[in-house]
């Protein structure tokens, strides 16, 4: 999901009170902490149409925030902002990030200051998953793989592409492949996406014994929003995915008009090229 001017709601100054602290006397007496949230979202078809529905009840994003202080008792105030910001991008879908800052004015130092705090940004994110099998039950794999990434809570499976049966790529002499792409909406950022997919496929009994070998369960980041990211462990945008057309076809169904960073062509462009040659 690329960047965008986002309209903001923003909620200042709200006084909560919460059991959050290192020390024993803060979780059992409790102290005030200070909340300031910016809701992204986009907010023109309720200015529009005058229409609460279209928008977030700042009101109702108040109070959860406010339970939330109450209700759940962090040692860190990083733990409690971390925590609050996903539950709150989880009870109000429409909300495509949050800024969040957490203070604790009453922070016991022994020095005198106004107060310490915490603030992060967190959000959906869009990526797109490849995911092949050839061992085994391979219909079986694939849907488990689909289901998987649906039981987690951080994860919205928007779409899945029709699944192919495909020759085998790199080492040609193994089982053909079934393989598909999953649009999905998530919380995870990059690496902590594929240590999940990664988690899926070894449940699934991937064996990483042999490059391009046969396996029971594939699961590729091929695009992460618009990031370019190039490590050891992790390339993104996926460094072949404009070579083989088991990838490409399902995305090109999926997001034709969606643009690869780098090469600055389309999914629907790179697989006409391919199919050409």
């Known amino acids: 999901m690329k960047e965008e001017a986002w309209d903001k709601i923003h909620i200042r100054n709200l006084e909560v009170f919460g059991k959050h602290g290192v020390y024993p006397e803060e ?3 409790g102290q005030k902490f200070e909340v300031d949230a910016d809701l992204y979202i986009s907010i023109r078809e309720a200015g529009l149409k005058d229409d609460l529905t279209k928008s977030i009840h700042y009101g109702e994003v108040s109070h ?6 109450t209700e759940h008792t962090f040692r860190l105030i990083e733990a409690a902002a971390e925590q ?8 109000f879908p429409a909300m495509e990030r949050i800024r969040l800052e957490i203070r604790k004015p009453w922070a016991p130092i022994g020095l005198p200051l106004e107060s310490v705090s915490v603030e992060i940004e967190r959000g959906w994110h869009q990526a797109f998953v490849a995911i092949g099998s050839n061992l085994g039950e391979r219909e079986n794999y694939i849907q488990m793989g689909i289901e998987a990434l649906k039981a987690r809570k951080d994860c919205k499976v928007e779409q899945v592409s029709e ?78 995915m404009q070579n083989r057309e088991f990838v490409l076809k399902p995305l090109a169904e999926l997001a034709p008009y969606l643009r690869h960073p780098l090469f600055h062509k389309t999914a629907g462009q790179m697989l006409k090229e391919i199919e050409k040659t």
Not at 84 to 91: C, K
């Open 64 to 69: 959860f925030m406010a339970s939330f202080m």
């Open 163 to 240: 699944i192919i049966a495909t020759s085998p790529y790199g080492m040609t002499e193994q089982p053909d492949f079934l393989n598909g792409m999953i649009k999905l909406r998530t919380l995870l950022g990059p690496w902590e996406l594929l240590k999940a997919l990664q988690e899926i496929e070894q449940k699934a009994g991937r064996e990483r014994l042999v490059h391009w070998g046969p396996r029971t369960l594939d699961l590729d980041i091929i695009f992460y929003d618009d990031r370019v990211i190039d490590a050891m462990e992790l390339q993104i945008p996926h460094p072949d």
């Open 27 to 29: 979780n059992r007496l």
């Open 84 to 91: 609050m910001a996903e539950a709150v991008l989880l009870r």
